[in-house]
């Protein structure tokens, strides 16, 4: 059982930047992998970015280049930073402790980018 808090939400215009935090209650190389997901209104919950417990990293086609996933072990916790936000990036932010399926949820934190 892993218990996971975001934060860092806001509210941003196009072309800023924001940064994400996800803690974790427990050492997060105890979990095989540590995900942000978004959900955009009207669309479907999609995949952000993923950090696995060995450090590598993969992301989203839309964010690749803009968006990078990183941890801090000692803090149990997962960072995304988020540069050249796009109003398309609009969504509720939630971090994922395991997989999508089986993994356990955050409550999500509001981004909203203005253009």
């Known amino acids: 059982q892993v218990r996971v808090v975001e934060s860092g939400g806001g509210l941003v215009q196009a072309g800023g930047s924001l940064r994400l935090s996800c803690v974790a209650s427990r050492s997060i190389l105890s979990i095989n992998a540590m995900g942000w997901y978004r959900r955009a209104p009207g669309k479907q919950r999609e995949l952000v970015a993923r950090?696995?417990?060995?450090?590598?990293?993969n992301y989203a086609d839309s964010v690749k280049g803009r968006f990078t996933i990183s941890r801090d072990i000692a803090k149990n916790t997962v960072y995304l930073q988020m540069n050249s936000l796009k109003p398309e990036d609009t969504a509720v932010y939630y971090c994922?402790?395991?997989?999508?399926?089986?993994?356990?949820w955050g409550q999500g934190t509001q981004v909203t980018v203005s253009s």
């Open positions: 994922n402790a395991g997989t999508e399926v089986t993994g356990y």
């Open positions: 950090i696995i417990r060995g450090g590598n990293t």
